[in-house]
Structures are given as structure tokens and as C-alpha cells.
């Protein structure tokens, strides 16, 4: 299979774009420059806060935005356009019709993943942005593979909130926090995983315990990108 360019809309945020751009190196079997794919990475950081625009309905702002993006990295000849950011999929269908490239749907990808992993009827928690959660589009993802999405409560999601910003702020995060709430989930509440379904938490350092449970949406959409553009993902023995 030849190399396809992949397209990359980040931005949102900046730290999590740069984390995808390195799990994509990390993550590719190569031998020399060349086994590496071809990207196009546009750190648009100045679209607007997707959580904001969902909880306001003010879409369109996001919308007009984005699409140049879209058309510019059409223009550029793309095979596929990856966005690591997952609250932004509340979008997908109205983004995917402003272009005709693929756009790699990682939520998708995420549900048809853990299914694969832990099969119909489980019971799956979820670490996101209060628009992620707000929006349904997970619980829509994990209906389609007969799965069950598990939410925190208010006060574990204030705590995941802020987190998620500090880290866009670059302020102090107790990673404690975080590994508290996963296990709470996986052994109080009976889930048997935990989706890091915001970008801001593959930017985290969580213990390799805690990680056991997690399936991160970055790390989905990082291999996916690679396979769609013709590299080769490393496998690693879990």
C-alpha cells in the first residue's frame, strides 16, 4: 500500500496536537525518514471553545471556522484529516459534508475498539469536557455497538473539568485526581473500561495500574491515522 498524506486540524488544544504529532511518530514502524507518513498539521488555535459553542448552540461560529481548514487541506490533496479533539465529532456530520476527504471519525473508532476488546453489554465509563459528555455523541457511539455509557457524577465531573483545563492552562494537576476517579469507576461502579474521550488527559502521566483500564481516544485515532496512510503501527505487548 503507497503513502497517503494525512491532514491534521489541531489546535484544540495545542499541547494535545503536539502529543498526537509524537504518539504518531512513536507509533510508526520505521527504519528511516521515509517509513514515516506524510502530515499536514494546521494548529488552528483560535477556534473558538467547542464546549462553549455546544452549551451556547452557537455551532455556526465553530462551523465557519473550521471550514477553511477543511477546504485548505482538501486543496493540499489529503488522503484523510484527523482531528484529535474529541468534542469537536459533535460536529462530524456537518464537517464531513463540507469536505469530500475522509475525516477518520474517532469516536467511532474508539466505541468499535473497546466492543472488539469487551463485546456487547459492557458497561463503559467515560473521562471527557462537560460538552463532550452534554453532547451525546459517545452514549450515541456506545448504543451502536449495544454497549452502556457509564458518566460520572457531578462532583467527579467538576474534578475531570478542571483538570482538562489546567491543562490547556499549563497549570499544576494532581494526577491523583484522575486515577481516583478511573478506579472508582472500573471498581465501584462495575465498568470495564474507562474512555479518556478528551485529548487534555492523553497529555496526563497515569500509573500503568490505572492505564490497564483506559481506552484513550488519542491512541485510537493515532493508529488509525497511521494505518490510513499506509504505515505501519507497532504493536505493543500489553
Known amino acids: 500500500m503507497g503513502k497517503k498524506s494525512l491532514g491534521v486540524i489541531g489546535g484544540m488544544g495545542p499541547m494535545a496536537t503536539s502529543v498526537f504529532f509524537e504518539k504518531v511518530i512513536e507509533n510508526t514502524v520505521a527504519g528511516a525518514d521515509q517509513d514515516h507518513i506524510n502530515m ?23 462551523l465557519h471556522a473550521v471550514e477553511k481548514d477543511l477546504k485548505l487541506l482538501e486543496s493540499a490533496g489529503v488522503a484523510n484529516i484527523a482531528i484529535p479533539c474529541n468534542t469537536s465529532h459533535y460536529f462530524y456530520d456537518k464537517m464531513q459534508e463540507m469536505t ?15 466492543h472488539q476488546t469487551y463485546g456487547e453489554q459492557s458497561k463503559v465509563g467515560i473521562l471527557a469536557t462537560n460538552g463532550t459528555v452534554s453532547s451525546g455523541i459517545y452514549e450515541k457511539g456506545c448504543n451502536a455497538y449495544n ?16 483538570t482538562i483545563y489546567n491543562v490547556k492552562s499549563d497549570l499544576a494537576i494532581d ?15 462495575g465498568c ?3 474512555i ?4 487534555e ?4 502521566k497515569l ?32
Do not use: W
Open 40 to 62: 499536514i498539521i494546521l494548529n488552528h488555535a483560535t477556534l473558538p471553545d467547542r464546549t462553549s459553542v455546544i452549551l451556547n448552540k452557537t455551532e455556526d461560529t465553530f
Open 100 to 114: 469530500g476527504v475522509n475525516i477518520i471519525h474517532m469516536i467511532d473508532e474508539t466505541c468499535k475498539t473497546i
Open 147 to 162: 454497549m452502556q455509557l457509564y458518566k460520572p457524577n457531578k462532583v467527579y465531573q467538576d474534578q475531570i473539568m478542571n
Open 175 to 189: 494526577v491523583n485526581i484522575i486515577e481516583q476517579i478511573i478506579k472508582d469507576l472500573v471498581h465501584n461502579e
Open 192 to 194: 470495564s473500561c474507562v
Open 196 to 199: 479518556l474521550a478528551c485529548t
Open 201 to 204: 488527559l492523553s497529555c496526563l
Open 207 to 238: 500509573s500503568d495500574d490505572v492505564t490497564s483500564y483506559c481506552v484513550d481516544a488519542m491512541d485510537v485515532l493515532v493508529e488509525r491515522s497511521i494505518e490510513y496512510s499506509g504505515g505501519i503501527v507497532k504493536k505493543v505487548n500489553s
